[in-house]
Nanobody, 117 residues
């Protein structure tokens, strides 16, 4: 049983960088996947990046080459490093984890990212 707490969002100019953090309240021992989603105003939630077992990653085409997902197991924390930000990256970003057996699905509370032009 875990909770995900997100931080690191804020306001940044186009071309800038932000680093989002998602920390689990309890250690997650068996993780199937961790990912970041985002939802812009009036839009559906979309997958941004996913981190699978063995450090395998996958990214949405719109962010590939600019965003990097990583995890520090000792800190129970997953990160999303966002570089070369664009106004279209503006959204609420949500951390997600699927872990255990049977699989358990948990979400962070969301953190606002606003990119100005």
């Amino acid at each position: 049983q875990a909770q995900l707490v997100e931080s690191g969002g804020g306001l940044v100019q186009a071309g800038g960088s932000l680093r989002l953090s998602c920390t689990a309240s309890r250690s997650i021992f068996t993780i199937n996947a961790m990912g970041w989603y985002r939802q812009a105003p009036g839009q559906e939630r979309e997958l941004v990046a996913v981190l699978l077992s063995g450090s395998r990653t996958n990214y949405a085409d719109s962010v590939k080459g600019r965003f990097t997902i990583s995890r520090d197991n000792a800190k129970n924390t997953v990160y999303l490093q966002m570089n070369s930000l664009k106004p279209e990256d503006t959204a609420v970003y949500y951390c997600n984890a699927v872990y255990g057996w049977p699989p358990t699905n948990v979400w962070g509370q969301g953190t606002q990212v606003t990119v100005s032009s």
